[in-house]
């Protein structure tokens, strides 16, 4: 499994790659990278592109410890934060279903899914339609 993550500071964007198979620690190992990231801020945009990923470890215990720690930080600084999950499998939908259901109790956290890669990047405040092209625009 893979996970990776890309900030566009000019744009407030954090863009999360997912590629095969989800496990809780990979997804650990990011977060912690990206919570002591230079470019770090309360308040970035997330876009969670879970297109690839094959399948999830479903250890719901450690996915919802794991979730609470990431709504402390995206939700408890008085600042709301955005994250939009692009999704294209009933697999991935049901992932999303399990973290939005973690997140349910936090203020300051809109989480939405999206299939659609061009409306996802737009509910972002992104004039790309394209992932591709905002990697192209704003390196």
């Known amino acids: 499994m893979s996970v990776s993550y890309r900030i566009f500071p000019n744009r407030g964007l954090v ?5 095969g198979f989800a496990l809780v620690a990979d997804t650990e190992r990011a977060f912690a990278a990206y ?3 230079p470019d770090c801020r309360p308040g970035q945009k ?3 592109d879970l297109r690839e990923v094959t399948g999830f470890e479903r250890d719901y215990t450690k996915l919802m410890q794991l979730q609470a720690r990431k709504a ?3 939700a408890t600084q008085g600042i709301e934060t955005l994250v939009v999950y692009l999704v294209s ?3 991935t939908r049901d992932m999303v279903r399990t973290v939005l ?4 109790s936090f203020d300051g ?3 939405l899914m999206q299939t659609d890669e061009a409306e996802a990047l737009h509910l972002l405040g992104q004039p790309e339609n394209t992932i591709q092209a905002l990697v192209e625009k704003v390196g």
């Open 15 to 19: 863009y999360v790659r997912y590629q």
């Open 35 to 37: 919570t002591v990231d």
């Open 46 to 48: 997330q876009l969670v």
């Open 72 to 74: 402390e930080l995206f």
């Open 89 to 91: 499998s009933a697999e």
């Open 101 to 104: 259901q973690a997140w349910e």
């Open 109 to 111: 956290l809109v989480a």
